[in-house]
């Protein structure tokens, strides 16, 4: 008998007593075993990687109980296969066939500060001392407000802090300075975004984050270790497979994808990506994931005079750029999203901010009869990628996110404004063209009279009239139509403590929930088929709102936004917490989306919040999280997200989730400067040796 046949058979014992599901080697994957001087090696990431694409490449599998692996459907390319885990060092890089049985040798690390290395940033920021309530009092919120501006809402809204290059300060910066104060002062200076980085650290928080942060950085430099260390992968998260390809260039960054129709997610199936650079460039990315390959098109604008990232000011030089102004862009495209067609619709800016006559005062238009608007900072277009076409929609209030809802007018529904929320009616569009009829928005208002029609108002900071309406001074974050009643939710941030916005397009009324204790630090969230609200919260946790749990009066001069903390209820996210908080998990979601048709093969309605300081996804299933790593690059900072079922009423391959990186240094992360945005491909099949 061969040895061949014999490593089949001891394999398939193996597996049999090991309980698990034995499949023949396809001759599209690789597989084996990773053994240690421990012996076999559970919970460790198994990379197969090639150069051969357009694209970066990276198939990434983990190993079940036994340490064994296999690494599917590869396409057809040399592969370069080794191991990544907790407790280890990187293996060797072996060259490996299509087909082949691999087994590979894993490297213990020597030692703690060597294990260390490839922890989450989560580990690394947990280290990070926390100012007392004597130095944040003049933030609102306290500590907690001071928490959520150095966490999901200011810092880690844009950058993973505790990644290796941000827990360490560059030999530049620490010769240059007398001590890492000064040093951290001049980072934060740096580059196209320093004067909004230097307004939040010095302005609103008064200096302290530096302090802090100095301290941080030179405890670390001098051989200080996270006290916690990272559980390995277990449960479901071991039947991951996850593939790594990147887009755009190395000076720009992405922040959100499309390549579905949220609604029917087998639109498009197994085509393109839409990606959207925001501040960095003009030139919008697609990603074609059948060829490995990715192109760009120059998205254009309206009006000459049409402004430029390009001429924000700057502080100081780039540390890695240095005067060079990497980002130029004037359609500052932050979220794509496609329809029922295929077709692209963009929030992008088409001009200059001052409003045309038909959005102001005096217009005959009928939402600025109501409430006129002066300007719109973004606006909308649509692509239409088999043509080419791009078209120019001008909204008078500003747009950031945008979904469809599922009515008979196809309604696209808008987040950004600061005063309304706005809407267009793409079917009344389609056949028109005229923007200005089809469009509307509406001022929030609160029926604080209770009687269930939107009279006149109070408008903010006036005295409370109970012959009268409330209008608020709010504006949706994230969007969500509710496909149960047609109402449409809003995230409210960049307050303390935050809230959510309903707003019923039947009676152009509103309400409001304010996030109680332990919540605060709203940011994005989204809805699920029953119209329950889940978002990411700075205080580490996923909170859950449903709107059916209030036992109070939903209207009338009680219902202004602390009416319902029946409704809510709270899920500690995975990682460690501050020292002086340890019972806050450290992790700092930067958004969460609601797998509303099981896209990705953990169930219905699975709420998933961006794990943006765990390198990967944090899903809730059935009360407890399954985290979806991404170990290579280390660095990926999730943002956008998108299930799509490429082929229905297939096995596991036909669907999954996709995930862009949205830092907007991509160059802090592995592999440095010169490697281009992330995009991730997260499957669930049923075993970890599933084919």
Known sequence: MGRAVLAVIFFAIAACLAGTVVYAQPADAISGVVRSANGPEAGVWVIAETSDFATRFARIVVTDDAGRYLIPALPRAHYRVWVRGYGLLDSAKVDARLGQRLDLSARLAPDPASAARVYPAAYWYAMLAIPDASETAHVPGGRNGYLMWVKNMGCIGCHQLGNEATRTLPASLKAQFPNSQAAWARRIQAGQAGSQMTALAMRLLGGVPIKYLAQWTDRIAAGELPPGKPARPSGLERNVVATVRDWADPKSYLHDLSGTDRRHPTV??????????????????????????????????????????????????????????????????????????????????????????????????????????????????????????????????????????????????????????????????????????????????????????????????QPTDPNKDRRLAAGFYAVMPNPADG????????????????????????????????????????????????????????????????????????????????????????????????????????????????????????????????????????????????????????????????AAGADWKGRGLWVTSGDRTPWLKEGGKGTRPLVVHFQMRPTPLSP
């Not at 080419?388 to 209030?397: I, L, N």
């Not at 093969?601 to 943006?612: D, E, F, K, Q, Y």
């Open 268 to 461: 498009n199936g197994g085509g393109a990506l839409y990606g959207s650079p925001e501040l960095s460039t003009d030139r919008l990315p697609s990603l074609d994931p059948a060829r490995n390959s990715t192109h760009t098109f120059l998205a254009p604008v309206r009006d000459a005079d049409t402004p430029s990232s390009h001429d924000d000011p700057v502080l100081a030089p780039s540390l890695y750029w240095g005067n060079e102004r990497i980002w130029d862009s004037r359609v500052s495209v932050h979220n794509p999203m496609l329809d029922a067609h295929g077709r692209v619709w963009y929030t992008a800016r088409i001009r200059a901010a001052q409003n045309p006559a038909f959005c102001r005062r005096g217009s005959s238009q009928p939402s600025a009869r109501v409430f006129p608007l002066e300007r719109s900072e973004r606006q909308l277009a649509v692509y239409e990628p088999a043509s080419g076409r791009y078209t120019f929609v001008d909204t008078c209030f500003s747009t950031h996110h945008l979904q469809f809802a599922s009515d008979a007018n196809d309604t696209l529904w808008t987040s950004g404004d600061r005063e309304v929320v706005g809407w267009l009616d793409t079917k009344a569009f389609d056949r028109s063209g005229d923007a200005a009829s089809a469009q509307g928005w509406s001022p929030f208002v609160l029926d604080t009279n209770g009687n269930g029609r939107r009279d006149a108002w109070t408008e903010p900071g």
């Open 487 to 646: 109402s449409v939710w809003g995230s409210v941030a960049f307050s303390y403590p935050g809230g959510l916005l309903r707003y019923d397009p039947r009676t152009q009324l509103s309400e409001l929930y304010n996030v109680p204790a332990p919540g605060f630090g709203v940011r994005g969230a989204d809805i699920d088929r029953n119209g329950v609200v889940w978002v990411s919260l700075a205080s580490g946790h996923l909170g859950r709102f449903d709107r059916r749990a209030c036992r109070g009066p939903l209207k009338g001069p009680q219902a202004t936004g602390d009416h319902c903390p029946e409704g809510w209820s709270f899920y500690r996210l995975p990682g460690p917490g501050f020292a002086q908080v340890p019972d806050e998990s450290v992790e700092s979601s930067y958004y969460t989306w609601v797998d509303q048709f099981d896209t990705l093969g953990l169930g219905t309605n699975v709420p998933i919040a961006t794990g943006n300081l765990f390198d990967g996804v944090h899903a809730l299933v059935n009360g407890h999280f399954v985290t979806l790593r991404i170990p290579y690059p280390l660095g990926f900072y999730a943002k956008g997200m998108e299930g799509r079922i490429d």
